[in-house]
């Protein structure tokens, strides 16, 4: 299967919107050709503004000095975008009845030793390829937003799928600079975003609780554990709240108390009064800015975060 160094020279990107023109200013960054499709009629124009804004930022995070900004080209057929891609990003809207018939197209179009990978936030493999000749070579590739900022790709394949490709699909993250992790069974979701969604349904359930308010508890994680988040995870966050007992010393000292709180965790019934108190909850703390001027500081702001970080994490 192609995904190692040197075999993918040409991407299909197929689906350009949000998710797909910051994978394709990521990929040219990194060297490689695309090939872009989407129906929309504004989509070229998207993506060469993506490309564009994103392109001093890529260079200055590990992009490659001979890299072409204008190497992509745009066609209306997913299937002219796949034809001669060593392989395919699909980043259409996540709705089954789109993507299968999609990958089917784009699957027809290719030699076998080509993986597909969607960037489907939750669909999973199995469903996505039941229209493909070869299932096998389809694999989720999750990015998270933006895909040219954020580090991690989630990698799994469906019930069909083949090691192969899911080995491909980590070796050419991976060559790209990417942090990619290996789901060794397909759930909904995928894993970070189940550990997002087991996060937030608490989050909802303290706010409907009226514990506190949604600034509140969002400096609950922003200005306290999140600030470790970023350098190591929950189970290494542990490992060193044992001192030097380690997660041995943490599990004896502080495993009842945990779990005395796992079992009071809530599951809140999200109805209009607690969507009313979120929504106003958000527009107080953001003093009603405009979401695109927040996503671009939290973007510049995670620039800095990755650059004092270094590439790897504790
Ligand atoms: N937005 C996020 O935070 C995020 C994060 C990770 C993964 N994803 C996943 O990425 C995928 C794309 O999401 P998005 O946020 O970029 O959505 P989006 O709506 O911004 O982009 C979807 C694009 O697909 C195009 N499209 C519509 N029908 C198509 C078709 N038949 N073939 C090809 N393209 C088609 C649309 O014109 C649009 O440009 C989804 O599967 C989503 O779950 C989204």
Redesign the pocket.
Known sequence: MRGTAGTVGRVAV?????????WAAYFLSRGLRVAA????P??PD?LKRMIENAWPILMRLGGKADADPTAWTFHAD?AAAAEGADFVQ?????RLE??Q??LARIDAALPPDVVIA??????LASRLSESCAHPERVVIG??????HLIPLVEVVGGAKGSPEAVAAAMAFYRGIGKHPIEIRKEVPGHLANRLQAALWREAVHLVAEGVASVADVDAAISEGPGLRWALMGPHTTFHLAGGEGGMEHFLHHLLPAVTSWWSDLGNPAVDAEVQRALVAGVAEKTGGADTRELARRRDAALVRLLEARGPSAL
């Open positions: 197929v689906g350009a919107g949000t998710i797909g023109a910051s499709s989407d129906p929309s504004g989509a998207l997913p699909e980043n259409a809207p996540e789109v993507k018939p999609l969607s960037s489907t936030s939750g669909l999750h990015p998270f937003n933006p895909p």
